[in-house]
T-cell receptor, first 115, second 114 residues
Framework: DTAVSQTPKYLVTQMGNDKSIKCEQNLGHDTMYWYKQDSKKFLKIMFSYNNKELIINETVPNRFSPKSPDKAHLNLHINSLELGDSAVYFC??????????????FGPGTRLLVL | AQSVSQHNHHVILSEAASLELGCNYS??????LFWYVQYPGQHLQLLLKYFSGDPLVKGIKGFEAEFIKSKFSFNLRKPSVQWSDTAEYFCAVNAQGSARQLTFGSGTQLTVLP
């Protein structure tokens, strides 16, 4: 009965490859997010979706494309992977429209290593 | 734009010592403040949050934090730490009227020695 789940947990790949990370939440939340945590543990938001609609799109390369097939899923596709994409990617969700008082619930993270 | 500073990068304490982790934010308006904890190899979990009212908020596992508006601070405290408190602690702010963006500090690694 995991609340926010991500697959895979670990992803090791070569530069130039295309990969996807999947996220699912069973909390009935309306808003989902993707964060990137770099090697210094600094967390930064990348995207957020509310009911399948993009509401936050930070300065992220076009190689990153989120896709939300339904409000319980927010997948992250990355084209032409680069060394600098190596990081831990966290998915999160919140109840509501992504307002400033909402508690965000995080997934376990996907550790991506680009060689 | 909002930002968050956590000046203590790594804190090492012995068990039973008292803990205070600093968090300062920069934003002139109303803010909502959070502390998250990330245990080794695990996801972020909410420790506590402050929206309004009593500036001293209590969270899980004996943690508390005090919002001091004049100092733009939201420091995390625990009177007596345990070895199991070893983790990374993140302060975060989400400002009212902002673009619905939770901004995190750089984190403080707490190591508690048995």
């Amino acid at each position: 009965d995991t609340a926010v789940s991500q697959t895979p947990k670990y992803l090791v790949t070569q530069m130039g490859n295309d990969k996807s990370i999947k996220c699912e939440q069973n909390l009935g939340h309306d808003t989902m997010y993707w964060y990137k945590q770099d090697s210094k543990k600094f967390l930064k938001i990348m995207f957020s979706y509310n009911n399948k609609e993009l509401i936050i799109n930070e300065t992220v390369p076009n190689r990153f494309s989120p896709k939300s097939p339904d409000k319980a899923h927010l997948n992250l596709h990355i084209n032409s992977l680069e060394l600098g994409d190596s990081a831990v990617y966290f998915c999160a969700s919140s109840h509501g429209v992504g307002g400033p008082r909402e508690t965000q619930y995080f997934g376990p993270g996907t550790r991506l290593l680009v060689l | 734009a909002q930002s968050v500073s956590q000046h203590n990068h790594h804190v090492i304490l012995s068990e039973a010592a008292s803990l205070e982790l600093g968090c300062n934010y920069s934003y002139g308006g109303t803010v909502n403040l959070f502390w998250y904890v990330q245990y080794p190899g695990q996801h972020l979990q909410l420790l506590l949050k402050y929206f309004s009212g009593d500036p001293l908020v209590k969270g899980i596992k004996g943690f508390e934090a005090e919002f001091i508006k004049s100092k733009f601070s939201f420091n995390l405290r625990k009177p007596s730490v345990q070895w199991s408190d070893t983790a990374e602690y993140f302060c975060a702010v989400n400002a009212q009227g902002s673009a619905r963006q939770l901004t995190f500090g750089s984190g403080t690694q707490l190591t508690v020695l048995p």
